[in-house]
Nanobody, 115 residues
Framework: QVHMVESGGGLVQAGGSLRLSCSVP????????MGWYRQAPGKQRELVAY???????YYAASVKGRFTISRDNAKSTVYLQMNSLKPEDTAVYYC?????????WGQGTQVTVSS
C-alpha cells in the first residue's frame, strides 16, 4: 500500500487556474510512473494524465493543452497545473501510481469550477 496526500483543490470560476499537489512518501518515487485521476459525480473514475520516471507525459484528450503534469523527485511530489478550467472539470482529483494500485487511493481533493 502507498499513501497519497493530495492538496490544492478549491472553487474557481471558469477560465481560472489551480495547481494540485500530491506527496507520495515511502516509495522509490523517482522510479515510479505517477498519474492524476478524477471522478465526477455519477461518473467512473478516469485517468487525467501521467508522467513517467523519465518525464514523458500523457494527457486525456479532454485536458490536453490545458493541464500540465510535472514531478519533483527530491520532494516525492507530483503536480497538476490546471489552466482554462471548465465546469466539466469539476470532480474529486486523486493521484496514484500508473497503472493505479487499488489499495492506494487517497482522500482526493475537490475541484469545483463554476460557470
Amino acid at each position: 500500500q502507498v499513501h497519497m496526500v493530495e492538496s490544492g483543490g478549491g472553487l474557481v470560476q471558469a477560465g481560472g487556474s489551480l495547481r494540485l499537489s500530491c506527496s507520495v512518501p515511502g516509495i522509490v518515487f523517482s522510479r515510479t510512473t505517477m498519474g492524476w485521476y478524477r471522478q465526477a459525480p455519477g461518473k467512473q473514475r478516469e485517468l487525467v494524465a501521467y508522467i513517467t520516471q523519465y518525464g514523458a507525459t500523457y494527457y486525456a484528450a479532454s485536458v490536453k493543452g490545458r493541464f500540465t503534469i510535472s514531478r519533483d523527485n527530491a520532494k516525492s511530489t507530483v503536480y497538476l497545473q490546471m489552466n482554462s478550467l471548465k465546469p466539466e472539470d469539476t470532480a474529486v482529483y486523486y493521484c496514484n501510481l500508473f497503472p493505479f494500485r487499488p489499495d492506494s487511493w487517497g482522500q482526493g481533493t475537490q475541484v469545483t469550477v463554476s460557470s
